[in-house]
């Protein structure tokens, strides 16, 4: 059974940081493996991705400030992200599918996800 579970999220200042973590199980540890972002009466956004060569990309909106990695030894998908700002508050979901895009995207059939990790940013 594939699992993604999602850990990290919280309430922090703009220009703090915060690290998100994902526990996956080892049947798709070679999917592309990413982040999407969902605020409320907002328009779903991917945020980040990794294909299975280790290849990322990053929505403009965070370029430079947030960063992807996968460690195979613990089976986790992370994503730090730095000098958060407000408009960085959303729900937080990992996802796992068989492809990815030229940008942050993974895509396909299979469409795992995790049940989100909250996160907020003030000013």
């Known amino acids: 059974q594939v699992r993604l579970v999602e850990s990290g999220g919280g309430s922090v200042q703009a220009g703090e940081s915060l690290r998100l973590a994902c526990e996956y199980t080892?049947?798709?540890?070679?999917?592309?493996m990413g982040w999407f972002r969902q605020a409320p009466g907002k328009r779903r956004e991917s945020v980040a991705a990794?294909?299975?060569?280790?290849?990322?990309g990053y929505a403009d909106s965070v370029k430079g400030r947030f960063t992807l990695s996968k460690s195979t030894s613990n089976n986790t998908l992370y994503l730090q992200m730095d000098n958060l700002k407000p408009e960085d508050s959303a729900m937080y979901y990992c996802?796992?599918?068989?492809?990815?895009?030229?940008?942050?995207?993974?895509?396909?059939?299979?469409?795992?996800r995790g049940q989100g990790t909250q996160v907020t940013v003030s000013s």
């Open positions: 990794i294909d299975s060569g280790g290849i990322t």
């Open positions: 996802e796992a599918d068989r492809f990815k895009d030229s940008g942050a995207t993974c895509y396909g059939s299979a469409n795992y």
């Open positions: 080892y049947s798709i540890s070679r999917y592309c």
